[in-house]
């Protein structure tokens, strides 16, 4: 079966970054996308981009364009998401999540990560 | 693209059916004729989970109580009989355009 687990929560101080994984299995990496949102407690999921291992497309929100970096690991089916520069803005529950659209003509979420709580303090 | 929704409180009886707005601030059809898009989950203390994509379009998995419906830039997600574990927040989601954008949610729970 289909599963992203990610890695757990963490606490950073201002300035510094944070690198987060998400481990995937029972599917073929390098076959669909992984996306990166954001949840502030209480407000709505906010997409930070995508990485796509398979052909190497990689898109940033433009609110990140030069604090965010997306990489993965095929041999580990694993995908990364750094964040740079880190404000207490930053503090949310960040998600990946599979885009299992392409056959659909869209993109949509079908799996998700269980996210991680980063906490900027 | 900004996404709203209405309302965003919607306090529901369980067996009685249920109904949630969502707008889009332009038409979410592409170039191929498809409209983006999509209906998310969120349960308490969950990862939100896909229900509808498409407009229409039940995810795997998805009861039939729920159905989607709407063009261009005025969407609706129904639920035929509530059921308790309904609850939770709702959002709807495009995906024309990057950044894709969720609506603020309709927190949906039982009377």
């Known amino acids: 079966q289909v599963q992203l687990v990610q890695s757990g929560a963490e606490v950073k101080k201002p300035g510094a970054s944070v690198k987060l994984s998400c481990r995937t299995s029972?599917?073929?990496?390098?076959?669909?996308?992984v996306h990166w949102l954001r949840q502030v407690p209480g407000q709505r999921p906010e997409c930070l981009g995508y990485?796509?291992?398979?052909?190497?497309?990689?898109r940033y929100s433009p609110n990140f364009l030069d604090r965010l970096t997306f990489t993965s690991d095929t041999s580990a089916t694993t995908a990364y998401m750094e964040l740079s520069s880190l404000r207490s803005e930053d503090t949310a529950v960040y998600y990946c999540?599979?885009?299992?659209?392409?056959?659909?003509?869209?993109?949509?979420?079908?799996?998700w990560g269980q996210g991680a709580l980063v906490t900027v303090s | 693209i900004v996404m709203t929704q209405s309302p965003l409180s919607l306090p529901v009886t369980p067996g009685e059916p249920a109904s949630i707005s969502c707008r889009s601030s332009?038409?979410?059809?592409?170039?191929?004729?498809?409209?983006?898009l999509g209906w998310y989950l969120q349960k308490p203390g969950q990862s939100p989970q896909l229900l509808i994509y498409?407009?229409?379009n039940r995810a795997s998995g998805v009861p039939g109580r729920f159905s989607g419906s709407g063009s261009g830039t005025d969407f609706t997600l129904k639920i035929s009989r509530v059921e308790a574990e309904d609850v939770g927040v709702y959002y709807c989601?495009?995906?024309?355009?990057?950044?894709?954008?969720f609506g603020p949610g309709t927190r949906v729970d039982l009377k």
């Open positions: 999540a599979r885009d299992g659209g392409w056959t659909y003509g869209t993109t949509l979420f079908d799996y």
């Open positions: 990485i796509n291992a398979g052909n190497g497309n990689i």
């Open positions: 332009q038409s979410l059809v592409n170039s191929n004729g498809y409209t983006q």
């Open positions: 498409l407009v229409s």
């Open positions: 029972g599917y073929t990496f390098t076959g669909r996308a």
């Open positions: 989601m495009q995906t024309l355009q990057s950044p894709y954008t």
